[in-house]
């Protein structure tokens, strides 16, 4: 049976900002730092506690729910997105950024249902900056609802993306590259150090266009819904549609504006695939 999404939303909405609180108290506070695949792969006891709140929470209420979590996924378990309700969270996206205490980290989640985006939340409790998104029913910040620029030239564009946590020769190799041409022929180049804020500015309308390879389903979920339901597009870089688990994003204010983006990359593919 299909779950009511209005109560779904409240609830989680509800536990996010609970959760919002825990990680705005310790954003200035000395963290435990683990590293995972690398020196820039961080994990802190707050990630993993912010995940554990927030899947109990929605588990306590809706126990055939099923999840894709940063934190789980990293301990070795399968992420698996089935026709199922699925809730695909990251409990801090921009660990390094909280870790340093830079106030750019979110919470961000998304509810799945056959596959489909119902539900999207990104949440910077330092910045109170509450994005929302509901299917068929407009994006919002802070209740506000909020819309993409509308940019159509690559000349005019302000464009996010980030380095990644792997430095892996090749990839590193391909994000440099594309820097170069980009910077060569847009506004400028921006890097919040968070996946989630960076589609979120693109829905704010703060910035044109994003792209990221390496990136993860939880880090581009949430972020799907609040850019098409602002009057964006998200799309794989090489122009056909996009698969959350590819580990690969594009998304822009208008289709034209891709359409240039996706002339201009050099691409990865990452391996392996979520």
């Known amino acids: 049976m299909s779950p009511n999404l209005d109560e779904c939303y409240e609830h989680v909405l509800a ?80 660990t390094m950024n909280f870790v340093h205490s830079f106030p750019h980290s979110c919470i961000s989640i998304a509810l799945l249902v056959d596959r489909v985006a119902e539900i999207a939340i990104i949440y910077n409790p330092m910045l109170s900056q509450k994005f929302t998104a509901r299917r068929g029913k407009g994006a919002f910040l802070n209740g506000n609802q909020i819309h993409v620029s509308e ?48 589609m979120a500015m693109v829905a704010l309308g703060g910035a044109d266009f994003n792209y990221e390879f390496g990136i993860h389903a939880w880090d581009i979920a949430a972020g799907s819904l609040l850019v098409g339901e602002a009057g964006g ?32 990359l050099t691409q990865f593919y990452p391996e392996p695939r979520d």
């Not at 990630?47 to 899947?55: H, I």
């Not at 794989?236 to 289709?255: E, F, H, I, K, Y």
């Open 151 to 198: 940019e159509t030239s690559l000349e005019r564009a302000l464009a996010t993306t980030e380095f990644g946590t792997s430095r892996d020769e090749e990839k590193t190799r391909v994000v440099l590259e594309n820097i170069g041409k980009l910077v060569r022929k847009v506004h400028g180049l921006r890097s919040l150090g968070s996946a989630a804020l960076n």
């Open 15 to 94: 536990l996010v900002e609970t959760a919002g609180e825990v990680i705005a108290s310790r954003n200035s506070q000395r963290k435990t730092v683990v590293q995972k695949s690398s020196n820039i792969d961080l994990l802190t006891e707050t990630d993993q506690q912010v995940e554990r709140m927030l899947m109990d929470g929605i588990t306590a209420k809706y126990p055939d729910h099923r999840f894709i979590g940063e934190e789980e996924t990293s301990e070795g378990k399968k992420a698996e997105l089935t026709e199922a309700p699925t809730w695909i969270i990251d409990p801090v996206d921009g």
């Open 233 to 264: 597009v998200c799309l794989d870089p090489a122009g056909g549609p996009l698969d959350l688990m590819s580990r690969r994003v594009l998304c822009a204010s208008t289709q034209e504006l891709a359409d240039q983006v996706v002339q201009v």
